[in-house]
């Protein structure tokens, strides 16, 4: 996917990083080559660009940068355990086959392990010798976004619902675990490493709670419409396994009105922020034009 100019700068330092956390790991080989082929190429960024772009409205504070991978680490380990047999069986992933069947489900597995694990090696490095309580309360958030009260715990929810007809008030739930757990944590990273003051912190935790469920009414949207070659991953899937989804509850375009409206009303949520805010802003406007 192509990213307006503002994005695509903040984008290639995490590719870089990324790189550099997977070469000074230490590994076998074949696992080694699993992390990186999930992890390295094809993403979107949309976590870590989340943080990087939260940070910036801040002068003072904490590099963001290895937080910023830590969540595209969490989230890459969420996706190839997401597409194994036991969940959602799915061949391709950012547009080649998954992990499990390039190298087999133990190593899909074990390679997500790894990833979740040293995404918090990553972190503790980073943040773990603060004075203060940021960087324990940093490591802190992104435990709590990516377990049992965030996005495991919304996949579960997921699995149990698969087959059952939702509400909408349970699918929202659904959504803003499985998805909007890690979007949340992403910004109020950024926000906490910049050590925003508590309404601050409020107002844009308010803000990607709206973008968080956006992204999944519009990753409904994309299953339900787009093609294996612009997604990269196969489409129709949620219809086939028998999954509530925001267009089962409302249709294409109604589902489609419903993003529109969350993410404007978490731009209206950054309307005291000056232009350092714009790149907060492409990204949130990306959320529900994104095609991919
Ligand atoms: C896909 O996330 C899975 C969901 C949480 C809906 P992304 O659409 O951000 O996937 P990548 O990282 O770009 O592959
Ligand atoms: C998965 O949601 C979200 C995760 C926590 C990985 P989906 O199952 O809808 O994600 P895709 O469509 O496979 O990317
Ligand atoms: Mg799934
Ligand atoms: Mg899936
Ligand atoms: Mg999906």
């Known amino acids: 996917m192509a990213l307006p100019a503002i994005l695509e700068e903040m984008r290639r330092p995490v590719e870089v990083a990324l790189e550099g956390i997977l070469e000074i ?71 080649r086959p998954t992990c499990h069947r390039r190298f087999g489900e133990a190593m899909a597995i074990l390679a997500g392990d790894a990833l979740l694990t040293e995404a918090f090696l990553v972190l503790a490095r980073a943040y773990g010798g603060q004075d203060d309580e940021t960087g324990i309360s940093v490591i802190a958030e992104i435990a709590r976004a990516a377990g049992p009260a965030g996005m495991v715990g919304g996949q579960v929810l997921d699995i149990e619902a698969t087959g059952k007809d ?19 944590a992403a910004v109020r990273v950024g926000a906490l490493l910049g050590r925003a003051e508590p309404p601050v912190l409020h107002r844009l935790t308010r803000c990607a709670e709206r973008l968080g469920l956006a992204f999944q009414v519009v990753d409904d949207v994309l299953d339900a419409t787009s093609t294996a070659e612009v997604l990269g991953k196969t489409p129709g899937k949620d219809l086939a396994q028998g999954k509530t989804t925001m267009v089962t509850l409302l249709g294409i375009e109604g589902a489609r009105r ?12 950054l309307d005291d922020f000056d232009s350092r805010a714009d790149p907060l802003r492409a990204i949130a406007a990306l959320f529900v034009q994104r095609a991919s």
């Open 25 to 95: 790991s230490t590994a076998p080989k074949a696992l080694r080559e699993a992390m990186a082929w999930s992890l390295l190429d094809g993403g979107k960024r949309l976590r870590p660009l989340l943080v990087l772009a939260t940070r910036r409205l801040f002068l003072d504070g904490l590099d963001a940068m290895p937080a910023a991978c830590a969540l595209e680490m969490i989230h890459t380990y969420s996706l190839i355990h997401d597409d194994l047999p036991a969940m959602d069986d799915d061949d391709l992933r950012r547009g």
């Open 166 to 184: 939702l509400s909408m008030a349970e699918l929202e739930e659904l959504h803003r675990c499985k998805t909007g757990a890690l979007i949340r």
């Open 258 to 269: 419903k993003a529109a409206s969350l993410v404007d009303e978490a731009l209206r949520d």
